[in-house]
């Protein structure tokens, strides 16, 4: 089980104040923090090991050489990939899906089909499918949804079609909190022909992923929403269809001979990782995958869902507060967004962080979803394995606190 106010002790960042006050850190969809395991691998590879990969034959490349196709495997088997082929290493969510839209949407969309996404979107899976559809002349389509939130699969239903060639959606969502029947979606998808793209951003990070169970085609995650560095991630595919692409960056390592006039490419998963690798990221999403996997997946799912289940029928007793995404919290994840009635998201969230809690505030990457919700911006509260109900109460009060000074001028 988890004991956060142990684990937190694992968080250097923590233990501080910020405006006078104890640390509250709820920005945990935007990036999480890292536990000292990940913070030494770091330190031990540049301490240590550094040197390229794949290159050398001396005793410190072949190091780090090993360590880091070791953390390739640890990602393998994190996801239940069925080869370690299947995982290549990227800048993060963005590049991953931007390489699924460059290499496999140029070379198999084509003029007049269909791309199906949903209006929870993050950026990062909208403007690639945009350009990809400007590009082939494809048409971009929308899965509404419900009162609640949630994806409205009646609507899926009638999106998906012979047409479609792509279906994108996340896995959860950052804004709403929901999750997403993705193996029920990627099933709809095949049956019409089409592949299954998933942003995992915000559920590789709070629950077990089996990529092989839900059948998706690629998945694609950041390690620094994950305990892990900035600037790592990772794109699944299906080794199939990873051979059938071509990869859209050129130079050192994807190559296996280069000619005068062309050159031929690596094996997967090489052929996809132009250039010296981040190879401290990579190992530090390693470490990272070592420390959850202790902890244990489930685990960490089913203690967010009590931080979940404890807050939000406090934060639904606020007169004013408006929370968007399902009302019930078995229906959601541990991110929270809301507003203030009259009270401007970014004041909210000043307000909060003078009481040293952290939150968003903005439209958080998803333009698209706030326009369809009518709002311009929210506050975003987002919980991880290392908040307390402390920490939820503190929130609470701190929200109550500004509302207060807002309406009547005293705290």
Known sequence: MIDARTIRKDFPI????????????????????KPQAVLDALNDYYHKDNANVHRGVHTLAERATHTYEAAREKVRAFIHANKTAEVLFTRGTTTSLNWVARSYGDAFVKEGDEIVISYMEHHSNIVPWQQ???????????????????????DARRQITDKTAIVSLAHASNVLGVLNPIKELASLAHQHGAIMVVDGAQATPHMAIDVQDLDCDFYAFSGH???????????????????QMEPIEFGGEMIDFVYLQESTWSELPWKFEAGTPNIAGAIGLGAAIDYLSELG??????????????????????????????????????????????IHPHDVATALDME?????????????????????????????????????????EAIKATKEFFQHGTI
Do not use: W
Request: proline content about 5%; overall charge negative.
């Open 356 to 396: 040293g809690i952290a939150v968003r505030a903005g439209h958080h990457c998803a333009q698209p979803l706030l326009s369809y919700l009518t709002v311009p911006a929210t506050a975003r509260a987002s919980f991880y394995f290392y908040n307390t109900e402390a920490d939820c109460d503190r929130l609470v």
């Open 14 to 33: 923590l233990d501080q104040q910020v405006n006078d006050e104890p640390l509250v850190y709820l920005d945990n969809a935007a990036t999480t923090q």
């Open 132 to 154: 990809l559809a400007i590009r082939k002349k494809a048409t971009l389509k929308y899965i509404s949804l419900t009162a609640e939130g949630t994806l409205d699969l009646e």
């Open 225 to 243: 929403k994950m305990c892990a560095p900035t600037g790592i991630g990772v794109l699944y595919g299906k080794r199939p269809l990873l051979e």
């Open 297 to 342: 997946m489930n685990h960490i799912h089913h203690y967010e869902a009590q931080l979940v289940q404890y807050v939000l029928p406090k934060l639904q007793a606020i007169e004013g507060l408006t929370i968007y995404g399902p009302s019930d919290p078995l229906q959601r994840t541990g991110v929270i967004a809301f507003n203030l009635e009259g």
